[in-house]
């Protein structure tokens, strides 16, 4: 192995760590369990709209699924309440539009796991490359922490612009708004979003700090 390729595959583990980790933290968050417990929560705001506790997780699963499963629009069509058709044409192209996004997510998600164990199992191979192999590691968590740290404070700081910002990078413009009778409202209104930022983040500061202390405190080293 060149003295070159160990340093190319160090940079690998180090931008890919974090691609990751937030990214498998926004997965966890889009599982019935997480929904169904932020639902349970005591602090979570009762639908006014009439959605009953069963019915909003109900409707709310149903949905998730749609994204996550990749489903055809026409399945997220058919839902409806009381015979209320559930979501408007505006809502539809947004979940389209969520789908989209999430997808391409869970592929680079997919992409960056399968570089990690190639690039790691390149550098642990081989003794004289697992300090390269460390410091990957190491860096990678220490950027994770900076970087979820940072978006964070942007949005404590700017928390309107942030999300304005977020939703206009990610999604076609017109069709993120959305008005107090709309169901996408209800069944996730913005205590759910605040929640699963928070929760995000936590989880990710959590698994850098720890990638990085333990690659601190182990000390794989050249003669580990």
């Not at 599982?31 to 705001?45: I, V």
């Not at 639908?47 to 909003?56: P, T």
């Not at 015979?83 to 389209?96: C, D, F, I, S, V």
């Not at 720890?210 to 601190?216: A, E, N, R």
Request: proline letters at 4%.
């Amino acid at each position: 192995m060149s003295k070159l390729l160990p340093q190319i595959l160090e940079i690998f583990l180090m931008l890919l760590i974090p691609v990751v980790i937030i990214l498998g933290a926004m997965h966890l968050i889009a599982t019935e369990p997480y929904l169904a417990f932020e639902y349970g929560r005591p602090d979570f705001p009762e639908d006014s709209f009439g959605f009953a506790g069963d019915q909003r997780l109900i409707h709310a699963a149903a949905s998730l699924q749609f994204v996550t499963q990749s489903q055809p629009l026409a399945d997220l069509v058919e839902q409806n309440h009381n015979g209320t058709p559930l979501y408007n044409a505006r809502e539809l192209k947004h979940m389209q539009d969520v789908q989209n996004v999430y997808q391409a997510a869970w592929r680079v998600w997919q992409i960056g796991l399968v570089l990690i164990m190639f690039s790691g199992v390149g550098l642990a191979w081989r003794k004289e490359n697992r300090l390269a192999f460390a410091f990957g590691l190491r860096s990678g968590g220490a950027l994770t922490v900076g970087i979820v740290a940072g978006i964070s404070l942007a949005a404590i700081v700017a928390r309107q612009s942030w999300f304005v910002l977020f939703y206009q990078v990610f999604f076609a413009a017109g069709n993120w708004m959305f008005g107090f009778f709309d169901t996408l409202i209800h069944l996730f209104p913005e205590k759910f979003w605040y929640d699963s930022a928070l929760t995000i983040s936590s989880f990710s500061l959590i698994a850098g700090f720890l990638v990085y202390w333990i690659c601190y405190r182990t000390k794989i080293v050249v003669d580990s």
